[in-house]
């Protein structure tokens, strides 16, 4: 069983940065495709972005191209989205979520996810 914790959320002004960072434990961390997603409050959960087991690959919804950039740490099962020129629109609870996928890529589908961290939120302000 995988275990995923997230951590670095918190209160920034619009314009600022954070990084989020997601730890595993309990798998094969090197071949899981891990991705973000978020939710904001009375929204369903969207894709943020995602790479692939080695990081060679990465892929991002449109809305956050150019200022979110996802990195990973295979030595230290780690996963990392450094978020930059936030907006208040970035407001949402972020999740990492692991994808123990056959190919060496980036999935969009949560569906495609077989564990899901808890959660941290993220709040932008104006």
């Known amino acids: 069983q995988v275990q995923l914790v997230e951590s670095g959320g918190g209160l920034v002004q619009a314009g600022g940065s954070l990084r989020l960072s997601c730890t595993a434990s309990g798998g094969a961390f090197s071949r899981y495709t891990m991705g973000w997603f978020r939710q904001a409050p009375g929204k369903e959960r969207e894709f943020v972005g995602s790479?692939?087991?080695?990081?060679?690959?990465?892929d991002y919804v449109d809305s956050v191209k150019g200022r979110f950039t996802i990195s990973r740490d295979n030595a230290k099962n780690t996963v990392y989205l450094q978020m930059n020129s936030l907006k208040p629109e970035d407001t949402a609870v972020y999740y990492c979520?692991?994808?123990?996928?056959?190919?060496?890529?980036?999935?969009?589908?949560?569906?495609?996810?077989?564990?899901w961290g808890q959660g941290t939120q993220v709040t932008v302000s104006s």
């Open positions: 979520a692991a994808s123990s996928s056959a190919w060496n890529t980036w999935r969009r589908r949560a569906a495609e996810y077989d564990y």
């Open positions: 790479s692939s087991w080695t990081g060679s690959s990465t």
